[in-house]
């Protein structure tokens, strides 16, 4: 079946730098897109969707950027915080399907 | 305030036991999944459900029940058939399937002894 991946299992900004987690999406029919941010031993949270009629959103302090030319997805997160280390994670869904297909993960470091 | 409920937290299993992991929602929601996550991994479905009474098999179901009883609840049975049951389980709801977001509960883990 389809799957969505993520670029690199592990990044580390110094506190304060903005942070950019990628994920690349091969499903070209999905239109929902969300990212997710899980603590340890922790059930994901989540942070922000987007839908395929879009390609940029904005909430507090993130942004995700969508490339459907590429099947790219993006979350920017400014200002990055100790409080913003996690795994992150982005999922897909194709239309009316039934579940979300989700990315293996990214843990985000921050340095003080 | 609104939200899922998983107990317990840990959960340890002895080979060949069946153990029920249990998933509790009051948001009102018509839908509810049910996740297995090993370390370094993403979130595989194991089952979901519409509605009361009804329940469809996810990418991994070999091994495990639900039942649907009840709007609210949705618990999951790791029977001795699962032959690799460890794992980080999450439970989760959305208002529909297919319906935006899905909220999570906090995740059990199960580690067999």
């Known amino acids: 079946g389809e799957s969505v991946g993520l670029h690199l299992p592990t990044l580390s900004v110094q506190e304060g730098d903005n942070s950019i987690i990628n994920c690349a999406y091969s499903?070209?029919?999905?239109?929902?897109f969300i990212w997710y941010k899980q603590e340890s031993g922790k059930g994901p949270q989540f942070i922000i969707d987007?839908?395929?009629?879009?390609d940029k959103r904005q909430g507090q302090r993130v942004t995700v950027l969508l490339n459907k030319t590429v099947k790219h997805l993006s979350l920017q997160i400014a200002a990055t915080q100790p409080g913003d280390s996690a795994v992150y994670f982005c999922?897909?869904?194709?239309?009316?399907?039934?579940?979300?297909?989700f990315g293996s993960g990214t843990q985000l470091t921050v340095l003080p | 305030d609104g939200g899922i409920t998983q107990s317990p937290k840990y959960l340890f299993r002895k080979e060949g036991q069946n153990v029920t992991l249990s998933c509790e929602q009051n948001?009102?929601?018509?839908?509810m999944y049910w996740y297995r996550q090993d370390p370094g991994q993403g979130l595989r479905l194991i089952y979901y459900?519409?509605?009361?009474?009804?329940?469809q098999k996810g990418d991994i179901a070999e091994g495990y029940s639900v039942s649907r009883e009840k709007k609210e609840s949705f618990p999951l049975t790791v029977t001795s058939a699962q032959k690799n049951p460890t794992a980080f389980y999450l439970c989760?709801?959305?208002?529909?399937?297919?319906?935006?977001?899905?909220?999570f509960g906090q995740g059990t883990r199960l580690t067999v002894v």
């Open positions: 989760a709801s959305t208002e529909g399937v297919g319906r935006t977001e899905a909220f």
């Open positions: 948001l009102n929601h018509d839908a």
């Open positions: 499903n070209s029919a999905s239109d929902y």
């Open positions: 459900s519409q509605i009361v009474n009804d329940f």
């Open positions: 999922a897909e869904r194709e239309g009316s399907a039934r579940q979300l297909t």
């Open positions: 987007i839908r395929s009629n879009m």
